[in-house]
């Protein structure tokens, strides 16, 4: 139980609901929040930070568990505290001599757009205003920071609007005819004040608090309140963030930037968050609020600039930025206001940058000795280093331009892609061979269309989910591609699309962005990947360091090639199937399975032999040397068959044709369509995924997979002759009895005997299988006994184990399941620990139980995301294997794994 | 490692391959198997058993192991023994004076029909021919004994078929003009013997063997061979006898009934086996041999005609079987040879019976003091119940009339029934409604035609597997159903089957078995099931002694009085859908599915609250108190919508109709089907097994549960006010992830509440859910938190822990995997304890240890399956639940469990 507020309330020691900043440290993020813990840092290390305090984040805690009320003790702690800051600077909040003004902010553990952010100059009221005037000797500076906090206070706190108060700002010049804020004199400033106040009393139903400590008591509760609006709770939702953490609030000291032109405020990153060069990057704006340079009324001056107009200061803060980099080791982001020429630091954390930044910083940090390698690997997400891996949108250029997506789907396949719009493959190949680039846009894709989106640069698809036939194919082959885009409605007979009113033919330019799911019309300029000498020096040092072996899936040369370039160390998963769905292997697959005698079948699996093994020797040569699982036939046969419905709606037309037109020429199409759809309708299955498929076809048809086999053994040997070593490794996919696999692998074993039988070489082939069934986990221990490596198939895994089609459920309710938050992630692109993850752990300790060297590997889509990695770490397994494009993010996350995970030294998100 | 004979052969102790009948015992099952183990009791407790001795069952298992070898030793083991028996008898095998003649027989643990059987009169060659002549003095007794003799030692031993020699005698007998075997003289015979073994010659391409050693070394051998052939293979694939136990060889000195009048032999029961009745049952036949009264060449008498023409032999025989009866405690299968007036037990064992006979032999047995309870529990088997809870086929009418069934289906419900058949549910409805017998053909049912299947005698369908509709549906209302009869052809159009060239037409009667899938055309005789006094009193036993309640499946009103009838204790599954899918429901359920606003849903909603509470209101009062546990919605909604594909081949008609031969008129038929296909077709999903279904559809929609809720508890109300307890117990299926059961439970709580506040009633009411996924018994230490109960779905998690959707897998490969062994069951008939079960086990050890006292139950099709309820006691459930008709099983099946299983008792198989 964590301790409450109210509960300490009575014990003899009263809890510490406070902390003033010299109290606090950078370590105490959990208990004041980034900001409050970076500011008592900052005091800490001697940075001049105005005077101020934190109020916990376990207040918050109190406040939300005792229904919304702050506990009783809390504002005497905080007359305590104001005290100290009161004497600190010889002034007192709501004294009208020397009035102290403060800010109060929220800060949560994680900086939170969506809550509350500032209030400013709080403690202003007729007394205390007329005192200011008097310290400044500046009232329209005085009533400028009155009418600011009378907005600010009754915007976040009475619940009345900004916008309104500036269109009262906006009428009042109109009539005056006064264009900038700065135009206004002292009195006018003092009217608007007045104005306000009216305004506030009318709105509300109340006089505007007057008492600076019912003011801050108002404040405190609004900062807490505003943990749990509505734009927080997206936030956190969208971020992951834990719900319950809550929000500290910090109030300080204020200091002016607008005292004069001897004053200013700026904002500044020490070093280039785009790119990560190591130049100080910020804005600095002469005799003005922290908020206007935020609010962009006026236009700040490059922070450079400041060492031209207040070189005094600007030697300070660079020494400043020096300071905090070397303190914090790590690039930070900063904020800070000089008033009548004196500088005081108001924020500190860690800067965000883009992924190149990232990883440029992390690199040059160790070269300057900064940081450790390890401090450097846990520096970069994943999220960071895909950003490097794809083109993408120049998100500059779409925010200057005002360009807004037109619609927006499931993000199916990283990068961005331009093109022209096509609605069919033929013409996607035809143009994409000549050249040209095409988006090739479908209701969805089927395997007659892999050619057309090979040509294609991106894929739009308005059905379908994350593992849709063209999600799945995209990914594949590195196809950035936008799925289940709804809103579009595909026409593909008139060669077009409508998308919310407008209709897009053939041949528009669009752009799809496979990283958000975002589609636009017209063309957007997009940014190349480059992979620089950091990225490749960063990634020498993830192969240093992690344990985990990371391979690809490819199913042809193109893909391990770029998976070697992006430093795979093998294939964990070559899925044959593919090569069964080109466009010239298709029909000959269809003959094969519609076969009526034993003699066409075993023509049909001759033909394919041939092809099958030149796949194979392209492969193999390619990975000249590394090892190669490769996956025997997975998929039910009827997938290669023509599609049902279309079928049907053929055999109707045909039949009413024949019948009541009376085509009787026709009559022999239609028999032979009548005796394809019987076939089909023989074939189809109520749950394909839970159907005959897998080893089970190996049983069932051991044909097939005898052909497969040989075709890997027969280019095992040729490539082996050109002088390459080979390491296939074949794979029986979809276990759940040991007896399958055993009666499958000792017939392809006799097939891989004969035929190095037959050309008198030797290759170290393996056999093993897919862990895709929860009895296959079960049972491991036996099925351990005929194998030689398992590898997790953690989709198929997770299908099962859960109950979910992944097809319908990512269209159906995974997504609400996530939003009510009855799952905390999508199982399928996070790994479930706690439900798979436990077979997953019963899987290894059996298998190991009889099978103690045995090779485990996962090959699941799960191999390519961090936190399952990092549990494939946990789990000790040997490799993870994932899509080559997510190769790097592979080799990073297997390091953050072996380190530890991604380590605490990140100060803010 | 088991021993080996092979092994052993070089150590100092040889091994014991032989022992005599005086040294065996009948607990020596394994190893002399069941005739030589019964052969040496009866020989140990002095009853008069010719002698003899039996190699044991190791040595058939060392044969197989050495790849077809006896071993070296044997033969001269066999000569000690014979030595043993020649002694005994005064006669020597071979010896041309005095020759001991044996019967050489088969004998596995189990008895196996299709192994080779009996070799009688071995060790006649020239010489002991003479010598038997000269023994005898009959030489038409010697010559018919060695024709006998070549004919079936040729057939097992040389493969020279036995039907072979029947064609030549039967053509010699043509061409002497006799009628009878009888009429064949000695020379006649001797001729018959002399063309045998020219014929033997020729065939075999050797002599025939005269050595008597060398006859019976290859008897034995062929015995041992006889163990792996074909028949015999499927017989025990069939009965799921072990491969590897071997059969002995029994070696026997012959004696002979056919000596003259003073000689017979006879078969007997110690009771009637076709109905239980204390009275000697059996056959006698004078002057014969014993394959003459198996052979049916001669009408033997009944047993107690013996007393007349036999009063010594019949006393001495009637004291045997009592002191056998008393012996074995058991009812006996005897087989008995009377030489000259002297008489030999040549065979005991336990008597095969019908259910009745066992039910009332074990209820008689008690009564009589032979045995206890829990053995008469242990006595009868499930099968031997089964036959007693459903009308069955006239089997004694069918052999007499030589009837034989056109097609054979799988046995889908059991039960035989007879009716005129009907294509369609309304013409089945129409006629059943006059009281007509029908029976309902189609090549699969949908839920339309439940009002048609409900009036029914009986279901017939040419597709789908046991869980498909019509047998789902069938079982649950306890109609017979033979379902996936492929040979029929069904023409629904034309009102008429085809099968195997015959045409059946509406209104023709037929008959079918859902016991066996048998189907008849024409009337075949049924009978029907009789409850006798006997069967209750063994129920009540089963009661007494059981520790697992029995609950029962039902839906509705009927089922639930028919499962109180059969003694269930509660209803453990009612399926809230069925009642959705009924006639009058459809319409509603589909308005609620397809309205467009709320209010639209909230209407149809209103009308099926009225509707299922009337459901429940019957339910709760059969029920009178007794627990009934609801299961809320289940299916996807799409599958109360209509059929995807009649859809889709309307709407390419109507299209047709519409453009091309401009029929504008039904354009607006054309888009409403339109606008309900493109419905049906976004709701239709890949894997409907996998998807939005469950719990998810309550999450997704809550309305329908809600509705549901209120509909049991306002029922429950409703009919407290009538005077009767009722213990609503609200399941929610599907449940993978804590977060589902507490959000749906926490709003159900709510409903209940509210019911019972408005009303001012209390209902004891508790929630649980069904464990159906792999997830759920992973984490159900988490679930069992939020859950009064659990009730283990095992077809589902079946379905999901092997990764088979059932109605897929029973067509398309399961029993295939069956046949080749790599599946020791049907999954879904037994449950699968490796996988399944261990998944099971997790589960109840977790849920236990966050909640001790939550009720388990099962009401997955393993809840009426005698082994996996035996499971079920293992893992310490509360109760076990099932369709009515099996609930006297379960009760049996659950008392044997309590005991110990079916005990060791059961001498014979």
Redesign the interface.
Known sequence: MEKSAFADQDSAVPQKFIYLFREGAAEMRDLLGGKGANLAEMTRIGLPVPPGFTITTEVCRDYYRNGGKLPSALMQQVKDAMADVEKDLGKKLGDPKNPLLVSVRSGAKFSMPGMMDTILNLGLNAETLRGLIEATGNPRFAWDANRRFIMMFSDVVLDVPKHKFEKILHEYKEKHRLKQDTDLSAEQWEEISSLFLAFVRSESGRDFPSDPWEQLEMAIEAVFRSWNNERAIVYRRKEKIDESLGTAVNIQAMVYGNMGEDSGTGVAFTRDPSNGEKILYGEYLINAQGEDVVAGIRTPLPISDMERTDPKAYEQFIQICDLLEKHYKDMMDLEFTVEKGRLFMLQCRSGKRTGLAAVRLAVEMVEEGLIDKATAINRVTSEQLDQLLHPRIDEGHIIENGVEPVAEGLAASPGAAVGQVVFDADRAHELGSQGQKVILVREETNPDDVHGMLAAQGILTSRGGKTSHAAVVARGFGIPCVAGCEAIKVDVQAKRFTVNGRVVSEGTWITIDGTTGRVFLDRVPLIDPEISGHFARLMQWCDETRRLGVRANADNPRDAAQAIEFGAEGIGLCRTEHMFFERDRLPIVQSMILAETDHDRELALDKLLGLQQRDFEGIFEVMAGRPVTVRLLDPPLHEFLPNH?EL??QV??LR?AVN??GAHAIQEVLADKEKLLKLVEAMR????????RGV?LS??FPGIVAMQTRAILQAAVAVKKRGYEVHPEIMIP?V??V??LK?VRESLENVARKVLDETGETVPYKFGTMI????AC??ADQIAQHAEFFSFGTN?LT???????R???EG??LQ??VE????PNNPFETL?T???G??MQTCVTEARKTNPVIKLGICGEHGGDPSSIAFCEELGLDYVSCSPFRVPIARLAAAQAAIGGRSSAVVDK
Chains 1, 2 share one sequence.
């Open positions: 419905e049907l709606s109707v037309e009413l009541t037109l299955e109520a749950n394909p995924m839970l159907g005959l089970r049983v069932l979809l759940g009895h007896n399958e009666t895709e069934l929860p009895r079960l049972v198929d299908q099962t184990t859960f109950g979910y089609s097809d319908d459920a159906k309710f609400k399941y009510m938050k009855i799952l479930d706690e439900g798979v436990k077979l």
